[in-house]
C-alpha cells in the first residue's frame, strides 16, 4: 500500500505564502496523478491542483495564479507553493495520489492551512 504524509500547514497572514510538502512511500507502482484537495468546516473536498506523471497541471479557478504544483518523482514528493493567500483558502489540504491502472485512491492525513490576521 501507499502512505501519504504531508507536511508545511500552519498559520499565515493574508497574502503571505506557504509551501506545502507531500511525501509518497510504500508500493507506488503508478502515481498517475498527484495533487492537493482542501476541505473547509461544512464544505465538500475540493481538488486545488493534480499533476500528472508527465507534467500536465490542473488548478482550481480560485488559486490560479497563485499557487503552484510541482512534482519530484525521484522523490515520490509533490509539492504545492502557495502566494498571496487569502483567508477563503483556510482549509484542512490532503495529498492525494491516484493510480489509474490499479484503480486506487490514496490519501494524506491532511494538513491544516490557517489563513488570518
Known amino acids: 500500500q501507499v502512505q501519504l504524509v504531508e507536511s508545511g500547514g500552519g498559520l499565515v497572514q493574508p497574502g503571505g505564502s506557504l509551501r506545502l510538502s507531500c511525501a509518497a512511500s510504500?508500493?507506488?507502482?503508478?502515481?498517475?496523478?498527484m495533487g492537493w484537495y482542501r476541505q473547509g468546516p461544512g464544505k465538500q473536498r475540493e481538488l486545488v491542483a493534480r499533476?500528472?506523471?508527465?507534467?500536465?497541471?490542473n488548478y482550481a479557478d480560485s488559486v490560479k495564479g497563485r499557487f503552484t504544483i510541482s512534482r519530484d518523482n525521484a522523490k515520490n514528493t509533490v509539492y504545492l507553493q502557495m502566494n498571496s493567500l487569502k483567508p477563503e483558502d483556510t482549509a484542512v489540504y490532503y495529498c492525494?495520489?491516484?493510480?489509474?491502472?490499479?484503480?486506487?485512491?490514496?490519501w494524506g492525513q491532511g494538513t491544516q492551512v490557517t489563513v488570518s490576521s
Open positions: 492525494n495520489l491516484r493510480n489509474l491502472g490499479y484503480s486506487r485512491n490514496y
Open positions: 510504500g508500493s507506488i507502482f503508478s502515481s498517475d496523478f
Open positions: 499533476m500528472s506523471s508527465g507534467g500536465t497541471a
